[in-house]
């Protein structure tokens, strides 16, 4: 089980968005940008929420989208968050590798993401599925949340 040290906590905790990788069928990296929250599950591990919101997708099944057709195949993901200043002393960026499950919402979990998201006021998230990363790995580089400098764990 990984852990998240202070910085990196802050720096999930703290980040607007974030890269969601999974897996194509065909073997590939299938990357989508992702809204979040970071929850602890009921086992006392780190988890990121995302929603698989209402804005504009490809069909009206949230089921048939691509990445949770990923997720149910091979449920293997990373998250990527980074830091990008124009003071290249100032760049950082941290991966979560994790394992996804399509999940149905929970109140705390809506609730905390209409908070970080006001865009979300008006969506109906308590009737979508959403994905849940459990944390098994964590790996950053450079400066993150505070200007500390992360680590590969």
């Known amino acids: 089980m990984a852990g998240l040290s202070r910085e990196q906590f802050a720096a999930l905790s703290e980040a607007r968005t974030a890269v969601l990788t999974t897996v194509a069928s065909d073997g590939l990296p299938r990357p989508v940008p992702i809204c979040y929250v970071l929850a602890v599950t009921d086992d006392g591990r780190h988890a990121i929420f995302s929603p698989i919101d209402e804005k504009p997708k ?6 048939a989208l691509a990445r949770v057709r990923d997720i149910q195949a091979d449920p293997r993901v990373s998250v990527l968050i980074d830091r990008w200043s124009e003071d ?29 998201y006001p865009q979300y006021l008006g969506h109906r998230l308590e009737d979508r599925p959403m994905i849940r990363i459990v944390i098994d790995r964590v790996r950053s580089w450079g400066t993150l949340a505070g200007g500390s400098e992360g680590t590969d764990d």
């Open 88 to 116: 290249w002393s100032q760049l950082g960026w941290l991966r979560i590798d994790g394992t996804a499950a399509i999940v149905e919402p929970t109140p705390p979990i809506v609730t905390a993401l209409r908070t970080k």
């Open 58 to 63: 490809a069909g009206d099944d949230p089921l």
